[in-house]
């Protein structure tokens, strides 16, 4: 859609096809590189609690620092 922000759009492409496990972890993937903004349209879109994308955005972190296959470095 015209002028839609991205992540919405990337959201509503993507809901079709996520579990709620993976709607979570994308969620806390796109908060990432936001800031509290992005947060909050997170919430609104996905419904998911903020406290849950923190969480979610933590274990996708730990888990990144504890397996070098999953670095990016």
């Not at 994308?26 to 349209?41: D, N, R």
């Not at 849950?52 to 504890?66: D, F, G, N, V």
């Amino acid at each position: 859609m015209p002028g839609e922000d991205p992540i919405a759009h990337r959201y509503r492409l993507l809901k079709p096809h996520f579990t709620d496990d993976e709607l979570r972890l994308w969620a806390a993937a796109e908060a990432s590189v936001g800031g509290p903004e992005t947060t909050a349209l997170l919430v609104r879109l996905t419904g998911i609690p903020e406290a849950e994308i923190r969480r979610s955005l933590k274990q996708i972190k730990a888990r990144a620092s504890t397996d070098p296959k999953r670095s990016s470095s």
